[in-house]
């Protein structure tokens, strides 16, 4: 009896764990596609950018993780354009080629629980009730938006250090 049990219990951590891994492989499948929008909310504190960002996925708790990745992407590489008397953004790497050519410190970078994350703060999660108009179904799966706070002034000082991106003064 004592064996079935252990048994039973091995199998459901098993199952678990398999889940688990399941749903961040379709996570970074899901980014490596950078299937997003991005859309400015509202002015931030000084120094950050306080964005919408609409993530797709077949699993809705799936895009709402991803968000956190989609907004720094977004700025790094998208911008974003002026709505709601917010000034439009223009991406922070201005050469699309960049991304391929320093392809080793972005995939570093954007990994899970990689350098990204010091960057970014979610100003709603899946612990908060995301609003009706904010998850939609479209088709087999998801759009979900996400309101999130870049750190765009450390982000930027991050880049520069990486020599992603050349430090304001050497412009002149």
Not at 82 to 92: A, N
Not at 109 to 127: C, K, T
Not at 134 to 143: C, F, H, L
Request: a positive charge.
């Amino acid at each position: 009896m004592k064996t079935i049990r252990t048994w039973c219990m091995f199998i459901a951590v098993a199952l678990t764990m398999a889940a688990c891994g399941s749903a961040k492989k379709a996570a970074n499948v899901d980014t490596q596609q950078w299937r997003y929008e991005l859309d400015a909310v509202g002015v931030g504190t000084q120094g950050t950018y306080q964005v919408k960002v609409w993530s797709y996925s077949k699993n809705p708790n799936v895009a709402t993780e991803q968000a956190k990745k989609n907004a720094v992407h977004g700025i790094i590489f998208k911008g974003f354009t002026s709505t709601r008397g917010v000034p439009s953004q223009k991406p922070l790497v201005s050469d699309s080629r960049i991304a391929t050519e320093r392809k080793d410190f972005f995939d570093a970078f954007f990994a899970d629980g990689g350098g990204y994350m010091r960057f970014v703060n979610l100003s709603n999660s899946h612990d908060v009730a995301i609003a009706a108009g904010d998850r939609i179904k479209i088709g087999k799966e998801y759009k979900v938006g996400i309101i999130v706070s870049v750190n765009k002034d450390a982000l930027r000082k991050e880049l520069e250090s990486a020599g992603i991106i050349n430090k304001l003064g050497d412009i002149f």
